[in-house]
C-alpha cells in the first residue's frame, strides 16, 4: 500500500504560480512513478504530468508544457508539481497517483494509488 496525500491548492489569478506537493508514505516510494492528474466539473480526469521512479525522465501533457515542471525526492518521499502562467484552464482538482510499472502511462486506470485531491482555482 502507497498513501498519497496532495497540499498546496488555492486560489491564483491567472498568469499567477502555485506549487503543489504530493506525499507519500507506505512501500517503497522509490518503486512508483508518479502521476500528476486533474479533473474539471463535468470532464473526465486528464493526464497532466508524469516522473519516472528516479526522477531521470518526465513526461507532460501538451496543455502543460512549459508552464508546469514536476521533480521529486526520493529521500523526502515528496513530488512537487510547479504551476507557473497559470490559466482559468488549469482550474480544477488535481491528484497524484503511484504507478508501480515503469512503462510510461497516461491512462489513469493504469495507477496503482491516489491521492484525495486538492483544488486549484485560476480567476481571470
Known amino acids: 500500500q502507497v498513501q498519497l496525500v496532495e497540499s498546496g491548492g488555492g486560489l491564483v489569478q491567472a498568469g499567477g504560480s502555485l506549487r503543489l506537493s504530493c506525499a507519500a508514505s507506505?512501500?517503497?516510494?522509490?518503486?512508483?512513478?508518479i502521476g500528476w492528474f486533474r479533473q474539471a466539473p463535468g470532464k473526465e480526469r486528464e493526464f497532466v504530468t508524469r516522473i519516472s521512479r528516479s526522477g531521470g525522465a518526465t513526461y507532460y501533457a501538451d496543455s502543460v508544457k512549459g508552464r508546469f515542471s514536476i521533480s521529486r525526492d526520493n529521500a523526502k518521499n515528496t513530488v512537487d508539481l510547479q504551476m507557473n502562467s497559470l490559466k482559468p484552464e488549469d482550474t480544477a482538482v488535481y491528484y497524484c497517483?503511484?504507478?508501480?510499472?515503469?512503462?510510461?502511462?497516461?491512462?489513469?486506470?493504469?495507477?496503482?494509488?491516489w491521492g484525495q485531491g486538492t483544488q486549484v482555482t485560476v480567476s481571470s
Open positions: 507506505g512501500r517503497t516510494f522509490s518503486g512508483y512513478a
Open positions: 497517483a503511484a504507478d508501480s510499472d515503469p512503462v510510461r502511462s497516461v491512462a489513469p486506470e493504469q495507477y496503482d494509488y
